[in-house]
C-alpha cells in the first residue's frame, strides 16, 4: 500500500503557517522566511526588507508603491537618486549613445524643445568652459534681442553692420588704432550735407604741414 498523507487542520494548521515564531531556511540561504519580521529572502539569510534579492533578478513587469533600492540607486514616487553619490546615464557608447528626455529642470535651470532658461527671475546663465576652452557656435546666424557686453577682445571676419537706421549710434570710447580707409575711393563721404562735422583737425593740421613745406 502507498504511503497515504494526512490532512491538518484546526489549530495545528494555524502553528504551521505561523511557525511559532521561527524562521525557516531552505537549502541555508535559497529562500529564507524571517516569520518574526515579515521579511522574505532569496539568497541571503538575513533579509532587511519585504523582499531582499542578492542574486540576478529577472522580471518582465516590477511594480513598486513606494520605494525601490538598486544597490545604491533609489527610486521613490518621482525622484531617482543616488544615496552615495552621482547618477551617471550612459547608454550603449558603441551604437549611438543617447539620452532622450522631452524636458529637463533643475532648480534653476530649464531646458525644453529648442529652448534654455533659467526658473529664477533676474537671475544669469552662465555657460563656462574650462581653462582655454572656448564656447563655439556652429550655426550660420546668432540673433541677440538684447545688449551684448564682453570684457575681452572681440574679432570680427567678414562684413560688419552697425545700426539699421540713421537713430541708431555709435560711440567710441576708445582711441582708433588703425587707418580709416574707404572701400571704394571716392564713393564715401566723412559727414553730409545735413549732418556735418564741427571741426575738422585732420584736415587743418594737413593745410599746416603742407604750408610749412612751402
Known sequence: MGRELGRISGPLLAENLLRNGNNLAFETNLLYLDVVNGWIGIKIATP????????????????VDTRATVANLEFTTSQIQNVSGNVTLSPNQSLNPTVNVPRLTTAFFDVT??????TTLDSNIVLDPMG?????????NVDIRGSLHATGNITWDGSVVLGDSDTDNVTFNADINSNIIPNV???SNLGSVAKEWRNYILVIYLVIILSAQH
Open 185 to 187: 575711393t571716392n564713393a
Open 113 to 118: 524643445t529648442n529652448s534654455i532658461s533659467n
Open 132 to 140: 582655454t576652452g572656448r564656447l563655439v557656435v556652429t550655426t550660420a
Open 48 to 63: 532587511t526588507r519585504t523582499l531582499n534579492i542578492t542574486s540576478t533578478t529577472d522580471t518582465t513587469n516590477l511594480i
